[in-house]
């Protein structure tokens, strides 16, 4: 979202954007499966009548995007970061 500046993700891009995500950790369907429903039935996300979610408010935004931007600066320690799941999938 912050690098598309677009506050919302419809439902039917679920898919690919956890598989771009998560690579290697969701290759079965049941894997995939179950990151998706868990993204969709999360309260930090609302949705509207076309299908897009968004977060329920923009400080969910902004707190991620801190806590992007600190793993990526090494200031968090390394257990309390998921991009280095990340790191790994992108090699």
Do not use: C
């Amino acid at each position: 979202m912050l690098s598309t500046d677009r506050m919302s993700i419809n439902y039917r891009e679920f898919p690919d954007r956890i598989r771009k995500l998560f690579g290697p950790a969701v290759q079965e369907e049941k894997d995939l499966d179950h990151w998706h429903y868990d993204m969709m039935g999360q309260t930090m996300l609302i949705r509207n009548a076309e299908g897009d979610y968004a977060p329920a408010h923009r400080s969910f935004l902004e707190f991620f995007t801190a806590y992007k931007f600190s793993a990526a600066l090494d200031l968090l320690a390394f257990d309390l970061t998921i991009l280095e799941i990340f790191k790994k999938n992108k090699t």
